[in-house]
């Protein structure tokens, strides 16, 4: 069962103590940046959007893009959509981008879409980019940035759900020691005594 997974190991008896070190070190860098990517999803809230548009989803691209598309299709109605996506194609006089790709979960909605530029109905300049197949001839959605330097907020909370999972694995090495503050050094004929007395420490025994 899958709480087999969770429970406390004797780590005198394992024979690859390496691999299970690593486990051990994925499972709690899992656990933090879930934690932190949850306290990301919660920094602000996303009010008055239409019923065909996740509010999640939302926060999840721009989490994970730095950005997120809304947008309307023709085979789709009038419908307001909205979708992870990558901005593509090239840049205008002002490095705002022409096009973008968008794509979701179940592969249905998958291709380019021209994005509106602000601006552009004043100017026209302002939808070409660097060649006319990069233009934004038929505008259909709007690419919304998190932030003014358009950096994904994952690389932030990738940091630090390392950073703190490392910092807690060492404590979880080092709690050993701490119980018996001494490097057991030994001949290879009392490995096993000393694994064993390890074990107890471990497991907060009396030795």
Sequence with gaps: MWLDEFALVDTSRIKNR???????N????????????????NRYRILNLPETISDRVVLQSMIIHGNAIFFRLPEFGENL?????????SVNING???KAHVYSKNGLINKEI????????????????????????NPSGVIVWENKSRF?????????????????R????????MKRPFIPICEESMVASVEEILGKIISNEEV
């Design 96 to 98: 705002d981008y022409t």
């Design 114 to 137: 021209d994005l509106y530029i602000k601006g552009s109905a004043e100017a026209n300049v302002l939808n070409k980019g660097v060649t006319q197949s990069f233009d934004s001839k």
């Design 81 to 89: 959509f909205c979708l992870p996506g990558v901005p593509e194609g």
């Design 18 to 24: 390496k691999k299970y070190a690593k486990m051990e």
């Design 26 to 41: 994925d499972r709690r860098y899992v656990m933090e940046f879930m934690e932190k990517f949850n306290i990301a999803m």
């Design 152 to 168: 994904p907020f994952i690389f932030t909370v990738d940091y630090f759900a390392r950073a703190i999972s490392d910092t807690y």
């Design 170 to 177: 060492t404590i979880d090495v080092a709690k050993a020691y």
